[in-house]
């Protein structure tokens, strides 16, 4: 027994760590709350796709995604930042068949105006959202979500395309 005693201390020591490390995660998860419900209508201008990649999950940053927008049309859209991220770029959660936006932590975030213009051509932007940075906290319940993107036509009016992804 006494030979075995060092190795019982180190896998007690690696036990009581990785414990210790759960408990922290799980006391710092920061969960985003169910918005408003939302009914607009996505992915109807013509030429235009978002795709976006496998969700990959950091417990410091939550989930980040991957996305890019393929334009092939003659048409000219815009992509505007106002305060909330690079883009117009939203989460949301489908509940009961119903889309809700995820709410976020905070609303007035510092941010210096970007636009992107699409169209016109063969074009595409592409982006990440990050879940910590863009203000929808660090975690996500299991469900239905999807990434939701506001382009704007050349006379103001706001359109969406959205791709939808799983969390389990």
Not at 37 to 55: A, C, K, M, T
Not at 127 to 143: C, D, F, I, P
């Amino acid at each position: 027994m006494k030979r075995y005693r060092g190795w019982m201390i180190l896998l007690l020591c690696v036990a009581l760590f990785t414990g210790g490390v759960r408990l922290v995660l799980w006391a710092t998860a920061d969960y985003p709350t169910l918005g408003e419900p939302v009914s607009y209508p996505v992915n109807q201008v013509e030429g235009f796709e978002l795709r976006i990649g496998e969700p990959s999950w950091s417990p410091f940053t939550g989930y980040a995604i991957q996305w890019s927008v393929s334009a092939d049309s003659e048409e000219i859209y815009t992509f505007v930042s106002e305060g909330e991220g690079p883009y117009l770029e939203y989460l949301e959660r489908r509940v009961d068949g119903q889309w809700y936006r995820l709410a976020r932590s905070q609303e007035n975030v510092p941010f210096n105006p970007q636009e992107f213009t699409l169209g016109s051509q063969a074009s595409t932007l592409q982006a990440s959202m990050v879940q910590k940075y863009t203000n929808y906290g660090t975690r996500l319940e299991a469900g239905t979500y999807r990434l939701v993107l506001e382009m704007r036509a050349e006379d103001g009016t706001p359109c969406y395309l959205a791709a939808e992804f799983d969390i389990r």
